[in-house]
């Protein structure tokens, strides 16, 4: 399977605190995304790395992408209670499935007030 | 401009009832997808229909059948349910241009329980 992996399963931390969450996959990407689901809602986009791009920002946000390790992370700098939510990685690969996101199992984050 | 609309929000149904999930998006997307949701697990691909007129299997299509009805809709149907299709249940859409900027679109989900 090309199903990411993210690392941790599950983080709690307070307000304030950053928040660092991992995906690894295994085979060569043409991008790599990051979802936010609130608890009962759908998915939300977050941002787009592509694979030629090493790090990239969206306000509190910043993700990197290593392709000679095959992982991104995601950076949430001053977390909020809004944050608390499930985070996932997606890829999109070369070949086989074409095109179509391959999702990870996701980090559930849960931020302290 | 409601984005992605599914309905229903919550349905149960019996072993070998059939039942359809509608989907519909307005925002003039090229593409639609379906996707189940299990405890534990990440979304997995059903089917997909990269653009009006097409439709394809992705990662677990058996059970399940689909029809892109115009450039807006896009219904699921589980024409004889099992509880292994016990699941939450999303449809999304894309433009789907340019890959390698492709982003989706997620409605708010369908909450499926067979009995």
């Known amino acids: 399977s090309q199903q990411g992996e993210e690392d941790p399963q599950a983080l709690s931390i307070q307000e304030g605190e950053n928040a660092t969450m991992n995906c690894s996959y295994k085979t060569s990407i043409n991008n790599l995304q990051w979802y936010r689901q609130n608890s009962g809602r759908g998915l939300v986009h977050l941002i787009l790395i592509r694979s030629n791009e090493r790090e990239k920002h969206s306000g509190r946000l910043r993700v990197t992408l290593d392709t000679s390790k095959k992982s991104s992370s995601l950076l949430i700098t001053a977390s909020r209670a809004a944050d608390t939510a499930s985070y996932f990685c997606?890829?999109?690969?070369?070949?086989?499935?074409?095109?179509?996101?391959?999702f990870g199992k996701g980090t559930k984050l849960s931020v302290k007030p | 401009n409601a984005g992605v609309t599914q309905t229903p929000k919550f349905q149960v149904l019996k072993t070998g009832q059939s039942m359809t999930l509608q989907c519909a998006q307005d925002m003039n997307h090229n593409s639609m997808y379906w996707y189940r949701q299990d405890p534990g697990m990440g979304l997995r691909l059903i089917y997909y229909?990269?653009?009006?007129?097409?439709?394809d299997k992705g990662e677990v299509p058996n059970g399940y059948n689909v029809s892109r009805l115009n450039k807006r809709e896009f219904s699921l149907r589980l024409e004889s349910a099992a509880p292994s299709q016990t699941s939450v249940y999303f449809c999304?859409?894309?433009?789907?241009?340019?890959?390698?900027?492709?982003?989706?679109?997620f409605g708010p989900g369908t909450r499926l329980t067979v009995l």
């Open positions: 999304a859409s894309s433009e789907r241009r340019e890959v390698r900027t492709d982003t989706q679109y």
């Open positions: 997606a890829t999109v690969h070369y070949g086989g499935s074409q095109g179509n996101l391959i």
């Open positions: 229909s990269a653009s009006e007129g097409t439709t």
